[in-house]
């Protein structure tokens, strides 16, 4: 894994927002626009926007490590670290669909495909294990993502999430003797441990998803 190469190119984008102002103005152009679902503070919207943005990319290296840290402490390495692995590469080689994207605004669409990645590989595991691998619910803030992306393209990011989990994990992957001992690992204190460790996104974010007036 080389966080610290996604950490080096997030820091780039902050510093290309600060000369550019270039996410700021996007959001200054979408407030009007958004779902009115998104539900946003009176004061300082487009502002509070702009940090939820910044939190959700800030947020991969955090949950990349953490996943990457419960899945060898749970043995089960082989299986995750491939795919987390794939959530690495779409910042450090994005796919041809995000070819000359730049600057921080365009680094929430990387952040959109790991962070679904993740969310997908949790779906699979609740399905297997009836527990996630990792008990951070990132859903709402995906879909606020989503809709910040656009309905078009943030479709065709999903697939691109649905065409790596399926390359990399099926039915098979959770046949393996490190899955069958990880299952009986699932309620020990190390687990526990490990879960402790995970810092909760949705508290941090400031954006929420509501019914429409």
Known sequence: MNIAA??????????????????????????PHLHPSIQLP???????????VSAYIDQVPELLEAAHDVAREAGIESQIKPVLKIAEA?????PSVMQGHVGLDCLLDEAYLAHRLVEEVNDLYIRHFQQPLIPVDTTVAN???HQLIG???ANQLDEVVHHSVDEMLDDDSFAA???EAYR??????ETGAAWKRWPCLSRQLGVELGQPA
Not at 14 to 27: A, F, I, P, S
């Open 6 to 31: 996604v950490r080096e190119q997030i820091s780039q984008a902050h510093d290309h927002e600060g000369r550019t102002g270039q996410l700021k103005e996007r959001l200054e152009l979408q407030l």
């Open 42 to 52: 009176e004061q300082d919207a487009q502002g509070t926007l702009a940090r939820f």
């Open 90 to 94: 779409y910042f450090l080689q994005p």
């Open 143 to 145: 879909l606020i993502a």
């Open 151 to 153: 309905e078009t393209f």
């Open 177 to 179: 003797e490190s899955v």
């Open 184 to 189: 009986d690992t699932l309620c020990s204190p």
